[in-house]
C-alpha cells in the first residue's frame, strides 16, 4: 500500500491557499477576510432586465398519455388554484378540476399537469371540444384548445 507524501514546507502551502481564497473571494466581490466591522446593509438590486419577465399570459397543451386525455400549462401563479375543464364547443362541461399550480423544471411560471377522465386518442376528425383553464389569483383564461372529446355511441 502506497501512501502520499505530504508537503515539507507546510507554510508554503498554507500561503498558497490563503493567495487562492483571498483571489477567489476578490473575484466574487466579497468583504475582505479580517474585515474589522460590520458593513451598513446594502439596498436591495434592481434585477437585470434579462432576469425579469413581464407576467404572461397562462397557456396550456395536452398530450395522451395511459388511453386518457392529458392537460398540462404554464405561466399560472405558483401555488395558486387553477380552474381545468374540458367543454363540448357548445358550452357544456364534461369534465373539470381545480388543482393548485406548483414549480416545474421545464414548464414556466406555476405548472399544472391534470389527468382527465376523456378517453384518447379518439376517432381521427373528432373535433367537438376545447379545453381551458383560469387562473384564480390573475382572473386570467388560457386560450382555448381543441380537443377531441371521445363520447361512447350507443
Known amino acids: ?38 458593513a451598513a446593509p446594502l439596498a436591495p438590486r434592481a434585477a437585470p432586465a434579462a432576469l425579469t419577465r ?33 367543454k363540448f364547443n357548445n358550452g357544456k362541461v364534461f369534465w373539470a378540476k381545480n388543482v393548485y399550480a406548483r ?6 411560471g406555476g405548472a399544472v399537469y391534470v389527468e382527465t377522465t376523456v378517453a384518447s386518442p379518439c376517432a381521427p376528425g373528432t373535433a367537438n371540444g376545447y379545453a381551458r383553464a383560469y387562473d384564480w389569483t390573475t382572473q386570467k383564461w388560457t386560450p382555448r384548445l381543441p380537443v377531441p372529446i371521445c363520447v361512447p355511441i350507443d
Do not use: C, E
Open 1 to 38: 500500500m502506497r501512501t502520499l507524501r505530504r508537503s515539507p514546507r507546510p507554510a508554503l502551502r498554507r500561503a498558497g491557499l490563503t493567495a487562492i481564497t483571498a483571489a477567489v473571494a476578490a473575484t466574487i466581490g466579497a468583504a475582505p477576510l479580517a474585515a474589522a466591522a460590520p
Open 54 to 86: 413581464a407576467p404572461q399570459q397562462p397557456f396550456i397543451f395536452s398530450y395522451t398519455f395511459n388511453h386518457h386525455l392529458k392537460i398540462g400549462g404554464g405561466d399560472f401563479t405558483v401555488g395558486g388554484r387553477v380552474y381545468v375543464a374540458v
Open 103 to 108: 414549480t416545474h423544471p421545464i414548464t414556466p
